[in-house]
């Protein structure tokens, strides 16, 4: 009896120490008992190694993402002032959105908490007139930035924007420029400084205008 006693102990020990093994061997929770594990586990084609190649995409897509938002603030040219690294650090801050000919980003008198830079696509920025008609004041096109003064001042929006076709925008939030500027300072001052001499262009072409207007 006692031997028969020693022999269930043995090889419950060996049993636990070959699940340990099987266990790191393939580097997941697993318990297994003296069991062969599921095929799934080592097989090619089986859940375990499926499901680790799409964890593997699932950790991939955010580095492709900010690949694509740094290529899309390269090509955009608001901002010469940032080095290569400087577009890659910038690009975990920024979102890419896709908008439907007709859709408002945003309407006039709205609390400002975002700006946009066109990659592909026009937007129509219109106010309302005092008789309540919508009036189209422009048309931005790829690499215009805007509804960076509300983000900017915090005020609410001067104008309303309306995707004139299909866009496909990069997005800024005023949350996530706050974040930047605790983060990354040197890299949100570039940036805002370069939205703010774009913006100082525009608003000196629209001061040529109404004075060549009133000439």
Not at 88 to 109: D, L, N, R
Not at 113 to 132: L, N, P, Y
Not at 193 to 203: F, Y
Request: hydrophobic share 40%.
């Amino acid at each position: 009896i006692r031997d028969l006693r020693m022999s269930r102990r043995l090889g419950d020990v060996y049993k636990r120490q070959e699940a340990i093994t099987l266990n790191n061997y393939v580097g997941c929770n697993i318990v297994i008992a003296g069991k062969p594990a599921p095929t799934g586990i080592f097989s090619e084609s089986g859940p375990g190694i499926e499901q680790t190649k799409k964890d593997r995409a699932d950790m991939s897509e955010p580095t492709l993402l900010n690949n694509e938002i740094r290529d899309w603030l390269m090509d955009c040219g608001l901002f010469d002032q940032l080095l290569p690294a400087d577009f890659a650090a910038a690009s975990g801050y920024f979102s890419i959105s896709t908008i439907a000919e007709g859709e408002e980003i945003f309407h006039e008198g709205d609390a400002g908490s975002f700006m946009c830079i066109i990659h592909t696509g026009q937007v129509s920025v219109q106010k309302t007139s005092g008789d309540g008609q919508l009036v189209t004041m422009a048309t931005l096109r790829s690499g215009r930035s805007f509804g960076e003064m509300a983000v900017l001042d915090g005020e609410r929006r001067s104008a309303s924007c309306v995707a004139a076709s299909n866009c496909q925008l990069l997005n800024l939030g005023k949350d996530s420029l706050e974040k930047m500027i605790n983060d990354a300072p040197k890299i949100a001052a570039k940036i805002i400084r370069s939205l703010a001499v774009a913006l100082s262009k525009r608003l000196r072409m629209a001061d040529g205008q109404l004075i060549s207007q009133q000439v």
